[in-house]
C-alpha cells in the first residue's frame, strides 16, 4: 500500500474537517489553500510508477490555481466586503462536525458497495473523495454568507477532482484544463456577484435574498 | 526482580518532574527563570508536613477521597509498560481496567467535591464529569484501534512492540490516533487550551476549583496524583510514537527519560501558545478528537489491520 498517498488523502479529509468546523473566514480561505495543496500533491504519489509529462503538468496548475490564486482571490473578496466570520451559520459548527463524522462513516459504506471497472490504487480514495463532496454540500446548505458557500463549493469541487484523478490516464488534457478554467470562472463570477450583492444590500446574507420581491 | 523495581522507582519518582519541566518551558517564554525544576517535591514534601483543616460539613468521603484517588492512579500505573520495561501486573484486557481505574480516580474526586457542599466545587464536579464522559469514549475508541493493530488487549503487549510493524503500515491511522489522543491528554490532565492549572479564582476553572477545599497531606497526594496521571498519559503518547527500542534495558531508559521530558516540552510551548479556549468551545474540541479516531477506526475497519 502506498502509505503516503494514504496520508494524503486522510490529510485532505481532516483539512475538510476544519473547514467544517471554523467559521472564521480567513480560517477557512487559508485551510482551503493548504488543503488544495496537498490535494494537488496527489496525482504524483498516484501515478508514482508511470510518471508522465502532462500528469506533472495537471498537478502544477492546481497547486498553482487553486493553492494560491484562487486563496489570493477569495481574500481580495472578503476584504473588499470586509467581512471576518460567518456569525450566524443555519446548521452550527459543532453539528456540521457531526454531521460530517456521520457523512464520512457513509462514504466508506457506499464506497464499500461499488464496484468500479478501473484499478484504484488506494482504497480509501474514493470514501475521501465522497466525504470531501458530502462536506461541500453541508457548507453549501449550512451557511449563509455567500462566501463561505463558495467555499463549500470548492471542497466539493476538490472532492470532484479526488474522483477526477482516478481517470487521469484515461481523460485528455484539454478536458482537465477545461474544469479548472471552469472553475476559476466560477469562482470569479461568483467574487463579483458577492460584491455586488454587497454594494446592492448593504450585508451579503443569502438568507436575506429569498425574502425580494418584485 | 531489578527490572520491577526500576519500574516502579520511575512510576513513582518521575511524574513531578514532568510539571517541573512543563513550568520551565512555560517561564523560558514569557521570560522569566521561573521555579525550579524540582519545585513539585518541594511543594509535595512542604505539603506533607502540614496537617490538615477539614470543614465540619464534610464527612468520612471528603477524607477518603484523595486517598482512594491516589490509589486508583498508582494502581493504574502498575498496569502500564514503562521504558519499555514490562510492568509487574499484567493481564488480557487490563486495558480496561486501566481506564476504569483512572475513571474512578475521577469520580471520588468529583464526589469529594460534592460533599464539601460549596455550589462553586459543584460547578466545577459537574464540569469534570461531563468532559469526563466525553474524553471516555474518545480514549476507548483510541484503545480499540491499537488493540486491533496490535492483536492484544494487554497494554503490556500494545506499546511493547504489538505497533513496530503498523506505522509502516498504517501511519496515518496512527497519526490520526495520536493527535486525538493528545487533544484528549490536554482535557484528561486539565492543561491549559482547556483549563489552566495556575488560577484560583477564575469562575472558567474545571479541576482546580474542586481540590480548593483540601489541604495538606491531602493536597499533596492529589497533587502527586495529577502528575502521576499526566505521566501515565504521557507515557502512552510517547509508547505510540517511539516505538522502536533497543534492547539494551538502561539506553531504553535513558531515552524514555528525553522523550518523556520532550513530551513536557511540547505540553509546555502548547500552553504558552495557545489562549484557554472558552468552556462552551471544551465539547468542541472533545467533539474533534471523536471525530478524528472514528475516522481513524473505520479507516483499520475497511483496509484491515495487517494489509
Known amino acids: ?214 | 526482580m531489578n527490572v520491577l523495581l526500576l519500574h516502579l522507582a520511575i512510576l513513582f519518582v518521575f511524574p513531578p518532574l514532568l510539571l517541573g519541566s512543563i513550568g520551565k518551558t512555560k517561564a523560558f517564554f514569557a521570560g522569566r527563570i521561573g521555579p525550579p525544576l524540582l519545585q513539585p517535591y518541594y511543594d509535595i514534601l512542604k505539603l506533607m508536613q502540614k496537617a490538615s483543616v477539614y470543614s465540619v460539613t464534610t464527612n468520612w468521603i471528603f477524607r477518603a477521597a484523595p486517598m482512594v484517588s491516589l490509589a486508583a492512579v498508582v494502581s493504574a500505573g502498575i498496569l502500564m509498560p514503562v521504558a519499555g520495561v514490562k510492568p509487574p501486573v499484567q493481564f488480557g484486557g487490563d486495558l480496561i481496567l486501566f481506564v476504569y481505574l483512572l475513571a474512578l480516580a475521577r469520580f471520588v474526586i468529583v464526589l469529594a467535591a460534592l460533599d464539601t457542599g460549596s455550589s462553586f466545587e459543584g460547578m466545577g464536579a459537574s464540569r469534570e464529569a461531563t468532559f469526563g464522559c466525553l474524553s471516555e469514549i474518545t480514549v476507548f475508541l483510541n484503545l480499540t484501534i491499537l488493540a486491533l493493530l496490535s492483536r492484544s488487549l494487554s497494554l503490556s503487549e500494545i506499546f511493547l512492540g504489538g505497533l513496530s510493524s503498523s506505522w509502516l503500515q498504517v501511519g496515518p491511522v496512527l497519526i490520526l490516533v495520536v493527535v486525538s489522543f493528545f487533544l484528549v491528554l490536554l482535557v484528561e490532565n486539565s492543561r491549559i487550551p482547556i483549563d489552566d492549572p495556575e488560577t484560583h479564582l477564575e469562575l472558567t476553572m474545571i479541576h482546580e476549583v474542586m481540590v480548593l477545599d483540601h489541604s495538606g497531606v491531602d493536597l499533596a497526594y492529589i497533587l502527586y496524583g495529577k502528575a502521576v496521571k499526566l505521566f501515565l498519559f504521557g507515557t502512552m503518547l510517547v509508547s505510540m510514537m517511539m516505538t522502536f527500542r533497543t534492547q539494551d534495558l538502561w539506553v531504553d531508559t535513558i531515552f524514555f527519560f528525553f522523550e518523556m521530558i520532550g513530551f513536557a516540552i511540547l505540553i509546555g510551548v502548547v500552553e504558552s501558545t495557545m489562549a484557554r479556549l472558552r468552556l462552551n468551545k471544551v465539547s468542541f474540541l472533545l467533539f474533534s478528537a471523536f471525530i478524528f479516531s472514528i475516522f481513524g477506526f473505520i479507516v483499520i475497519l475497511v483496509r484491515g489491520a495487517h494489509p
Open chain 1, 1 to 214: 500500500m502506498n502509505v503516503w498517498l494514504d496520508a494524503i488523502l486522510i490529510l485532505t479529509v481532516i483539512l475538510g474537517l476544519f473547514i467544517v468546523a471554523s467559521t472564521r473566514l480567513g480560517t477557512m480561505i487559508q485551510i482551503l489553500g493548504l488543503q488544495s495543496l496537498i490535494l494537488g500533491c496527489a496525482p504524483l504519489f498516484m501515478y508514482a510508477q508511470d510518471m508522465e509529462l502532462y500528469i506533472v503538468l495537471v498537478s502544477l496548475v492546481v497547486i498553482v490555481l487553486r493553492g494560491f490564486i484562487m486563496p489570493q482571490f477569495l481574500f481580495w473578496a472578503i476584504r473588499h466586503v470586509s467581512l471576518r466570520s460567518d456569525v450566524s451559520p443555519l446548521i452550527g459548527a459543532g453539528t456540521t462536525l457531526l454531521l460530517s463524522g456521520v457523512a464520512i462513516a457513509g462514504s466508506f459504506l457506499l464506497a464499500s458497495k461499488l464496484h468500479f471497472p478501473v484499478k484504484i490504487s488506494s482504497d480509501i480514495l474514493i470514501p475521501s473523495s465522497f466525504s470531501l463532496i458530502i462536506m461541500g454540500f453541508l457548507l453549501l446548505v449550512g451557511r449563509t454568507k455567500a462566501i463561505s458557500q463558495v467555499i463549500g463549493y470548492l471542497v466539493l469541487e476538490n472532492g470532484i477532482f479526488l474522483f477526477a484523478i482516478l481517470l487521469l490516464k484515461k481523460m485528455p488534457l484539454l478536458v482537465e484544463m477545461g474544469i479548472l478554467l471552469d472553475l476559476f470562472v466560477a469562482v470569479l463570477v461568483m467574487g463579483i456577484v458577492i460584491n455586488h450583492i454587497n454594494d446592492e444590500f448593504k450585508n451579503m446574507d443569502t438568507i436575506q435574498l429569498t425574502t425580494l420581491k418584485d
